[in-house]
């Protein structure tokens, strides 16, 4: 093998991982408790990704949880669901591998790590009227973890994203965050929150950070320890740029650069795992694959700066390909932009408060364009829908104070937090009249009035005749079950209205490297590079660039990381 010329000892792994989320963790702890020596690098000075900063939810089929909760079904089901969904993106070796490895790797992190999960059995898939569809039992999340069982690496992990965390608090979804929604209209959830903030704040002053982990960041946290109880090198502010080959053409190493700018040599004898990512924030390749960001730079995503496309580069070194030829090459979320937000990201994605009923979204002309309570991604194809090509898109958010207080406004939360900053900032548009509040977004008039008219007449009769907001157990789950008749929808008139600016982002990549069902990256010909792997979004989405449910960016990356794992141990994982 060619080795650049080093005075540091060149050190040796059977494994190393490239990038610290849940896809590059799981295939760490996989290979780890399957006898491998691994390494982790993160180029950031911190650990666990876009991971760390998700809602930590992972799509899981037939998954040990659902079954214990008497939730059984036959593997055709999500496979009925997922050939209807991806159509002509349907992978059938990969969709398999994901089905039949998905719920024996739930099983696997549950028995044998610190990892552990709740059940999402009352969580619809996102297409309710699609045939195999069902109204819950295919999702897992995370159990809370406690951080102090990190010790003193817990300050090497990412926190909560303050922008979407408030105080860097996690949050989690469902009861807890029900308790927050309902803080100033219920005794019970008052002083459920007021427990949760004082043990929070006492846990920053006296520890450093909150301990009481959830959501993704439990989800990192439950694997970190994992990897350390396995004696995995976790290594952060590390970057990786190359790869080493072998004489014989297999990838069998890395190179790493430290901060003083001098490279080291790291050998993989069983193999490389990238599992940087994506490329949110590579304006070049955005510039190439986002049609709506003819220069690179028309796309803010809620994904770390960090997650440049590394690993995508890195594969193309060594003759992958990168999966141009996906449905859609990105996950699209709606986001707007905060202005003076502290941290590492100002744009905020729009995932909860859509589908809560009083508040529509426009276009400039003042149209409704979408059903607002769909997933984030049905709502961007919904926008770009009206823009050409190359064409500036955006929309806006519009609600009325009753909404504002009761439910937030993207980075402006509930009663009784304060919401005057974001007027100030110019966040927020304020307007006495919807005429008064079309003039300062520069909205027309007229059709924003005409469309206020015919929402609020559909909302009184609970019936979204426009668009069948509400129509769906997706859209349901999302609303406001206290609202009747419709949990989505109710009447826009208490003023004074309110609005934030929507601009096209995502919560990550989908075109990745081109891989089969093993995770083992492929070259232009289609045959596997030896050596190399990839997991999460370095590679290409085995749902085909649909989304047809949520946490189908998670529930693959830990599967295939899981698969990798073994593939690199000469082990078969076991299947359901």
């Known amino acids: ?77 999500p496979r009925r669901y997922l050939r209807n969904e991806l159509g002509e993106y349907y992978d059938e070796p990969r969709v398999e591998a994901f089905l039949r490895h998905a719920p024996a790797m739930v099983s696997f992190f549950e028995q044998k790590t610190a990892l552990q999960f709740i059940a999402g059995n009352t969580i619809p898939d996102f297409h309710g009227k699609q045939a195999g569809a069902v109204t819950g039992g295919r999702s897992v ?52 929150v007021t427990r949760r903030v004082l043990r929070h704040f006492w846990e920053r002053a006296t520890q450093g950070r909150g301990m009481h982990l959830v959501n993704g960041n439990a989800l990192v946290a439950g694997l970190a320890k994992s990897a350390f109880d396995r004696r995995v090198d976790i290594r952060v502010a590390a970057p990786v740029v190359g790869l080493l080959r072998a004489d ?29 990512g994506g490329f949110p924030h590579d304006v070049e390749r955005k510039q190439a694959l986002f049609a709506h960001a003819p220069t690179g730079r028309e796309h803010w995503s809620a994904a770390p700066p960090s997650n440049t496309g590394d690993g995508l580069r890195l594969g193309e070194s060594v003759g992958a390909g990168v999966d141009a030829g996906l449905y859609r090459p990105a996950g699209w979320a709606p986001v707007s932009l905060v202005p003076g ?29 979408v059903n607002e309570a769909d997933s984030y991604y049905d709502f961007m194809e919904g926008l770009f829908q009206h823009f050409k090509p190359g064409q500036p898109a955006h929309a806006w958010l519009v609600c009325d104070h009753r909404f504002l207080r009761r439910y937030g406004l993207g980075a402006v939360r509930p009663a009784p937090m ?49 668009f069948g907001r509400g129509d769906t157990p997706y859209n349901r789950v999302q609303g406001d079950a206290e609202c009747k008749p419709n949990p989505c929808m109710a009447p826009i008139e208490q003023g004074p209205f309110y609005a934030v600016r929507l601009v096209p982002g995502s919560l990550g990549t989908f ?62 994982p076991a299947a359901v």
């Open 341 to 369: 937000a502290q941290g590492e990201s100002n744009n905020y994605p729009h995932l909860i408060e859509r589908a809560k009923p009083g508040v529509m979204a426009v276009t400039q002309a003042g149209q409704r364009f």
């Open 511 to 572: 075109a990745g490297l081109r891989a089969n069902e093993h995770a083992q990256v492929l070259d232009q010909a289609g045959n596997p590079i030896a050596g190399l792997y990839a997991c999460g979004a370095d590679m290409s989405s085995v749902m085909g660039g649909r989304y047809p449910s949520g946490g189908i960016t998670l529930g693959p990356a830990m599967t295939f990381g899981y698969i990798a794992g073994h593939h690199m141990a000469g082990k078969q």
């Open 141 to 192: 999340c995370a159990a809370p973890f406690d951080g102090r069982a990190l010790g003193r690496r817990l300050a090497d992990m990412r926190e909560p994203l303050e922008l979407i965390a408030p105080w860097r608090m996690g949050i989690a979804s469902g009861a807890d965050l029900g308790h927050f929604m309902n803080a100033m209209r219920s005794l019970r959830s008052f002083a459920h």
């Open 1 to 77: 093998m060619a080795m650049v010329e080093t005075a540091v000892a060149r050190q040796e792994f059977d494994v190393v991982v490239v990038g610290s989320g849940a896809g590059g963790l799981a295939a760490a702890v996989t290979a780890a408790e399957l006898g491998l020596s691994v390494l982790v690098l993160e180029k950031h000075r911190q650990f666990g990704g876009t991971t760390a900063w998700s809602g930590g939810w992972m799509w899981v089929p037939r998954n040990p949880l659902a079954v214990r909760a008497g939730i059984v079904e036959d593997i055709e089901g």
């Open 418 to 466: 304060p919401y005057r900053w974001a007027l100030r900032s110019g966040y927020l548009k304020q307007g006495r009249t919807l005429a008064d509040l079309a003039q300062r977004c520069g909205i027309e008039a007229g059709a924003l009035e005409a469309s206020a008219a015919r929402y609020n007449e559909d909302a009184r009769q609970g019936v979204d005749t426009a």
């Open 248 to 276: 014989d053409g297999r990838v069998a190493g890395v190179r790493v650069r430290d901060a003083d700018g001098r490279e080291t040599e790291i050998g993989a004898r069983r193999g490389v795992v990238l599992a940087c």
